[in-house]
């Protein structure tokens, strides 16, 4: 048995850390989560889903976004065309990237920037995600399971996977 955990040990150190990293941070963003009720959205969510106005009022779209309960609905043309959620928000992307990165950590400084600027990529991404599947959703509604449940998280989870890639072959501990 010994030998085996030898021979596997930067496999399971990955494993080890990455379940870990992954685990204490999902565990810390559920007790912020807890911290809301049913009647008011998450922070996070609020500050995205503005965000995601501005971006598209700065596009010239008269649009609006209105917190109802505990989601925001963005109105264009008098049309409640998106509701935005806290699993838009991309908390639980930035989880999964940064376990990841932490498992493949490199030196400490590296590790910490490509952490801090690869969430803030993401972050400024989903905005964009955001603001461009409204547009087309209110343009093309009939294509809301490609765009909603299909293009628009390939973009997300494609950006992260271009990211691990960039990270492993040239930063990580691992990379040549």
Known sequence: ?????QQYRPFLLFLGTFFLVYVVLTFLYQQYLSSF??????GITALVSQQVESVLQWAGFQ???TPVLNEWYLTYQN???????????????????VSFI?????RFVNTFLFIIFG?????????????????????FPAYSHLLHGV???????GTVF??????????SKYAN
């Open 1 to 5: 048995m010994r030998k085996y955990i």
């Open 151 to 157: 293009l628009f998280p390939l973009v997300i989870y």
């Open 37 to 42: 009720d049913d009647t008011k959205s998450d």
């Open 79 to 97: 049309t409640a065309v998106i509701r935005i959620v806290e699993g838009c928000n991309a908390v639980s992307v930035f989880i999964l990237f």
């Open 63 to 65: 649009v609006s976004v």
């Open 102 to 106: 932490a498992a493949f950590a490199g």
């Open 119 to 139: 969430t803030a990529f993401i972050y400024l991404l989903n905005i964009l995600r955001i603001a461009a599947l409204s547009i087309l959703l209110y343009r």
């Open 162 to 171: 271009v990211l691990w890639f960039f990270w492993v072959t040239k930063y």
